[in-house]
């Protein structure tokens, strides 16, 4: 309090001692009031000055401008107390003049309160029979006498022998105690109370009966009392015999408590004592091996659905959305709380929340992050407190409100905790090393040993006297007898001490173990009892339906997103600058250097392939981009929205639809500046839709990723090893055709670790579609097929059929030849395998129907055995007009191809139907689409010939299986379920089943869970959480 402000109390007891005419009384009382407030030395100025104010009269001018300083720097509280001592002084000869009562008024006009409020207060100052004080309301009193004195409250204490009584003062949430008579000793904070006068009994506060350690009245007694004026509903919360384990270690020994709403329990204990743990088996996010945890008889584990609402949690860590403002912190946790609240309500009670915080000069601040702070420590507390109050929790729990605050900001947020207890909620804090001030707002403590032990549980004051007691202490006092500090660090000096050597010098030894104060625990403190409610508790929780959760969570991540202007930045500028890169880096051309110019011909392009399949990498790796750290940044929020019991489903529609919209427009951008540049004309649309089909798949694999790990950055380490496979088995790095025969497919498909792989699907089906649906080669695609099948057959498979009949025969011929028994069987082994190839191609992949013939010999009935040179010249008649029909077959359709060219050249002229070519189509996609590079283009493999040239020519057969769609790579379609269906419609839907699926794993955290089991299984069990 500065100087100022004392100056001016000091003449408001002048001013009303002079008008009482009790001076000496005054100087008394001032010296009381100055005494908790400076030094002894300095107030003797003080006294001189109210000398000096008594000798002379004050007008009312003068008694405003007095009480208005001092009420500048006042709380609430202090001019409470302040009236109350003018109250006494004008009280002190008994009569409160009509002069006196024009001073209070003004002084009270000054302080903004209503004088009329007062006047319980008055009957209470001027009353001292007990009886009477009784009948005030809102007035406790407490004695031995069980039938207490007619009042509506009293508390009985056996060992009070002198009745107390004790005044609330709603306005301000103020105790104000006095004794009655003078036949006990009362102790208040180490200041003996003195007759009829009145004290303010404050949080934390003690009155030692008869001036004894150990026998006491608590001011959490005398709250719980008073509880009931704020019509509340009643809370009973019960934990019985918790016990909890990690694994096969014992986490929590038998932990029992009971408690009503009202109080403030305060959850202590050394570093791997299990107190975080014990608070969330409390609040039901873990579930113990053994016991129940009871709110109104309802078990929280068992029965969750009927406590929702009911239970608010806040964690050490942040639960605020750093890109919004105070007030959209808190405006969105309000619409997921109010569903049937209009916005005028809704409005109404977060300025209410706001207002009650002390954070309306700070609402239209962004939160920020703890390193770059735009609120304070203490301001970013409690709005995290702020987040749940709003929907006002029967029971809360906070994990270490205080940390990382300095003291005055810890004091702010457990006094606004402390605040929630006088409207009947319970409130358990986890706390570390709390100041004095701060220990004694607690009503109850909990101490927890190393193991998970519980060693201590009643009144915070008591436990320092407790423990020292245990400890064979000399001084058993809790707190200072001068300045009523209480070091709670005591209690842990006790717990932890150290076995000394004989050289003095601590060692590791604890002195006593936990197991022996658990015993001590056990055997010494009488667990509580509450009367178990049996109504349901209380809930004002309006959850959304899913839909509207669905809305509130876009537009929250919307105004998150917009609000992070790096963050827009650097996911906007990604598309266009990737584009760029890429397309100017593939742009080639040849440039004439004799008449020094150049000449872009998109067909003459030889990167286009590399473009295709990097544009399918880019979105793969702008979709992982914008999803991998998605859910973990807001894994702490949603923690706190689990007691909400939000829709999950909802919340990851919403992630969803975000990220696919931004995929979209990143996507969007970059084929429009990547396809522009490179001169690929058209297919905007297939270019798009495939692409974007593409990232939406990375965001649900960055969005599983996001789900199963718990750091931002092993996340990022991720995203390359999840590119590179994609890269490999993408079908250009690695060709298929030369992997690891391991994983090849023997048959020509696509080998099974690429059929799992995004880049595969979308290069394939972008290749094939501007290959096959360009504007040019759409004219000639359906005739090219007929083309390059005829050569095909004609030129590669009749060909093989007959050299392999050819081998036959010469080993027919040298079957009677003078040759080894080995050799025989090398050759008969060797006609075995062609007779088997041979039936097999002739019989099931020959269209007969297609030939307009029939096979010359039966090959139902023909084996190896009975295979002749006969025989032989008939299936070699039978394959030769197979190649002879194949051989009209592309006369055919290479006279309709020229048909179309001239056609083409008619309607253009040559110089445009040759810039038509040059614009649509790319000679190195060709090569690729058509493998005329191949090295072996017809291959054997299980008495079967396998087509490697024109794979985009070739249409796969049908399988046995209708429900096998895997074909070679490139097939112009695919085949399922019977029917054909065309390559880039089918991939995309393959893209987007994908989608589906992982978006399923993802709903039921099948990642999340295996890491889960991996770290279990690998990890050291015997680990312990604290």
């Known amino acids: 309090m500065n100087e100022k402000v004392l100056k001016s109390l000091t003449k408001l007891f002048a001013i009303m001692a002079t008008a009482d005419g009790s001076i000496d009384e005054a100087i008394e009382i001032l010296e009381d009031y100055l005494t908790f407030t400076l030094h002894e030395s300095n107030i003797n100025k003080y006294i001189e000055l109210f000398e000096h104010q008594a000798r002379r009269n004050a007008s009312n001018d003068e008694i405003r401008e007095i009480a208005t300083m001092a009420a500048e720097e006042l709380t609430l509280r202090q001019r409470i107390v302040t009236i109350i001592e003018l109250l006494e002084l004008a009280y002190s000869n008994d009569v409160f003049s009509e002069e006196e009562q024009r001073i209070m008024k003004i002084i009270c006009e000054s302080y903004n309160i209503e004088f009329d409020r007062l006047h319980r207060m008055q009957q209470f100052l001027t009353t001292n029979k007990i009886e009477e004080l009784a009948k005030i309301h809102n007035c406790l009193t407490i004695s031995n006498d069980e039938e207490g004195y007619g009042g509506k409250r009293h508390l009985y204490k056996s060992n009070i022998k002198t009745p107390l009584s004790v005044l609330y003062m709603p306005l301000a949430r103020m105790y104000f105690v006095k004794v009655c008579n003078q036949d006990q000793v009362y102790v208040l904070n180490g200041e003996k109370m003195t007759l009829n006068r009145c004290y303010a009994l404050d949080v934390g506060g003690v009155i030692r009966i008869g001036g004894k350690v150990g026998s006491n009245l608590y001011h959490s007694e005398v709250s719980s009392v008073f509880v009931g004026i704020q019509n509340v509903d009643p809370i009973s919360f019960e934990a019985n015999n918790i016990n909890y384990f990690f694994g ?346 004799l008449i020094y110019q150049a000449d872009y011909v998109f067909r003459e392009n030889m990167n286009m392939p590399s473009y295709i399949f990097m544009s399918v990498i880019v979105a793969l790796f702008l979709g992982l981009m914008i999803s991998a750290e998605e859910l973990i940044k807001d894994r702490k929020i949603r923690k706190r929205e689990v007691y909400l019991s939000l829709s999950n489903q909802s919340y990851l529609y919403s992630k969803v639809a975000i990220l696919s919209g931004m995929s979209a427009v990143q996507v969007l951008v970059f084929v429009l500046i990547g396809n522009t540049i490179m001169g690929i004309r058209g297919l905007y649309l297939e270019y798009f839709l495939m692409l974007f089909s593409t990232a939406c798949v990375a965001n649900m694999i960055g969005l599983n990723v996001s789900s199963a790990f718990k750091n931002v950055v092993t996340v990022y380490i991720l995203i390359p090893i999840l590119l590179i496979p994609q890269l490999l088995l993408g079908g250009v790095v690695v060709q298929y055709d030369n992997i690891n025969p391991i994983f090849k497919n023997k048959q020509g498909k696509v080998p099974m670790v690429g059929e799992f792989m995004a880049s595969r699907w979308a290069f394939e089906g972008l290749m094939v ?42 080993i027919l011929h040298n079957k009677k030849a003078d040759v080894s028994e080995e050799e025989r069987k090398v050759a008969m082994k060797r006609f075995d395998e062609n007779f088997l190839l041979l039936r097999n191609e002739l019989h099931h992949n020959v269209d007969w129907d297609e030939l307009d013939q029939t096979p010359n010999v039966s090959l139902d009935n023909l084996s190896s055995e009975n295979f002749t040179l006969a025989i032989a010249d008939q299936i070699y008649e039978t394959i030769t007009q197979g190649r002879q029909h194949f051989n009209m077959s592309y006369i055919y359709w290479k006279k309709k191809r020229e048909e179309k060219v001239t056609e083409l050249l008619d309607k253009f002229g040559k110089e445009k139907y040759l810039k038509y070519k040059d614009n649509y189509t790319n000679n190195r996609i060709s090569e690729f689409v058509t493998n005329v590079m191949a090295e072996k283009r017809i291959v054997e493999y299980g008495h079967q010939l396998i087509q490697k040239i024109y794979p985009v020519y070739n249409l796969p057969t049908e399988s046995s299986n209708t429900l096998d769609f895997r074909t070679h790579f490139f097939a112009p379609k695919k085949l399922f379920l019977g029917q054909y269906f065309n390559t880039f419609w089918f991939n995309i839907i393959v893209l987007w089943v994908m989608f589906a699926f992982m978006f399923v794993a993802l709903y039921f955290r099948w990642l999340a869970k295996f890491i889960y089991w991996i770290e279990i299984k690998f990890a050291n069990k015997d680990t312990i959480r604290t």
């Open 248 to 593: 096969k270690k014992h986490g929590l020994h038998d932990i029992n408590i009971a408690e009503e709403g009202g109080n403030m329990v305060a959850l202590m204990g050394a570093s791997g004592s299990g107190k975080s743990t014990l608070l969330n088996v409390l609040n039901g996010t873990y579930k113990p091996k053994m016991g129940e945890v009871l709110i109104n008889g309802i078990d929280i584990h068992k029965e969750p659905e009927k406590v929702k609402g009911v239970i608010g949690y806040v964690p050490q860590d942040d639960l605020l959305i750093e890109e919004l403002t105070v007030y959209e912190n808190l405006y969105f946790a309000a619409k997921l709380s109010f569903a049937k609240s209009t916005p005028e309500e809704v409005e109404k009670i977060i300025m209410r929340t706001i207002e009650n915080l002390g954070l309306y000069s700070v609402k239209d601040l962004k939160v920020g992050n703890p390193l770059e702070k735009t609120i304070s420590g203490g301001q970013r507390k409690r709005l995290n407190i702020g987040l749940e109050l709003l929907r006002e929790p029967s029971v809360m729990f906070v994990d270490e409100p205080t940390s990382g605050l300095s003291s005055q900001d810890s004091e702010n947020v457990i006094d606004l905790l402390r605040q929630l207890t006088y409207s009947g909620k319970l409130i358990f804090v986890v706390i570390h090393q709390p100041s004095s001030d701060i220990y004694k707002m607690f009503d109850k403590l909990v101490v927890l040993d190393v193991g998970g032990y519980p060693v201590y549980y009643g009144n915070p004051i008591t436990a320092v006297s407790y423990f020292k007691g245990e400890a064979n202490y000399a001084d058993i006092q809790s707190e200072c007898q001068k300045c009523g500090n209480v070091d709670s660090e005591q209690v842990f000096e006790i717990l932890e001490s150290k076995v000394l050597d004989e050289y003095g010098r601590r060692t590791r030894k604890r002195k006593w173990k936990p197991e022996l104060w658990w015993k001590k625990f056990k055997e010494s403190i009488k667990l509580p009892q509450v009367e178990r409610i049996t109504s349901p508790p209380k809930n004002v929780l309006e959850i959304p339906s899913k839909i509207n959760q669905f809305k509130i969570f876009v537009l929250r991540d919307l105004n998150t997103k917009f609000n992070n202007k790096q963050y827009m930045m650097v996911n906007l500028i990604q598309a266009p600058f990737l584009a760029l890169m890429l397309s100017l880096i593939v742009y080639f051309y040849h440039f004439d250097e």
């Open 769 to 810: 579609e501007q290959f096959a649906d360009n504007q040019f080669e759409k004219n000639f695609f359906p005739i090219d097929m007929e083309i390059y099948r005829s050569d095909y057959m004609r030129t590669y498979y009749f060909p093989t059929l007959l050299s392999k009949l050819e081998e036959m025969k010469v």
